[in-house]
């Protein structure tokens, strides 16, 4: 285990914040791992470094995830369950099962980070979450350094949301994610944003998984910053769910207000729609910004600062409130 001294976090971070670790470790088995947790407690994971947002050098021993490899467990006609370690790249796996035909990852395509991190904040895109594959996560409890398996159901998902980064949060290092993924008979979801359109510009009426992931990967590519070209962490904020009363008060005054609704009394609205509408999109202040192409991204075009950018999300959120009288919340983590 190679401990190392002042290391720069920017190549950690798909925002290319150029914080300080004043120590660094990179971890590639579990049993390193759990070796590591009981000699050290004070420690800051990273993985792919794809939700946070870093405004400080780190003081603490930063633990960087880099445990690989992938497993089928058991597979049958219709199913296929695998297991998947930490450190994988996401879309790489995900572009590894489509080339297999194994379905209910396509939606998900290009969605920047590791495996580790995918259940943390139940990953989503294109009216697909991941928790609807997920049957087991595997974590070393930071505590005793043992190895804990939890079901998809203790993982209690919600919309970007998890028990890890609720009620045990900071008390477990995810090694592994497990998923069931179908080899036929595959569900197949092209009704949510633009992936419908993209298919049918192509001349598709039957799609496969292979057509929706390139049609996600198409359109995303089309929206959305590549973190190699301009440091960003994707979505920064989430998609509001407010009252059927308060959107109906909004719709009269916002006539072309788009929106998806998630019960009978909620109905959840684009925050990038809400950032657009607020005259923020394409906005550039100086190193940082927001996306022109995209409103809900907020970028790193070189050399900002963690904490200039975690300021222009909170006037944005202060901005929407005042128009809108509706809380955005932020989707990335703070690191501050």
Known sequence: MNIQKNISLKEYNTFGINVNAKRFVSITSVYELQQLVKEEKDIFLISGGSNMLL??????LVVHIDIKGISINQENLNDVHITVNAGENWHEFVLWCVSLNYGGLENLSLIPGNVGTCPIQNIGAYGVEVKDTIT???AVEIETGKLISFTA?????GYRSSIFKNNAKGKYILTSVSFQLTKNSHKL???YGTIESELSSKGITTPTIKDISDAVITIRKSKLPDPKEIGNSGSFFKNPVISKKKFEILQKKYPNIPSYVISDTEIKVPAGWLIEQSGFKGKRFGDYGVHEKQALVLVNYGNAKGKEIYKLAQKIQQTIKDIFNINLEIEVNIIQ
């Open 55 to 60: 405004t400080k050098d780190i003081e603490s």
């Open 136 to 138: 087991k996560v595997e």
């Open 153 to 157: 159901e203790e993982c209690k998902f």
């Open 189 to 191: 979801n092209i009704s």
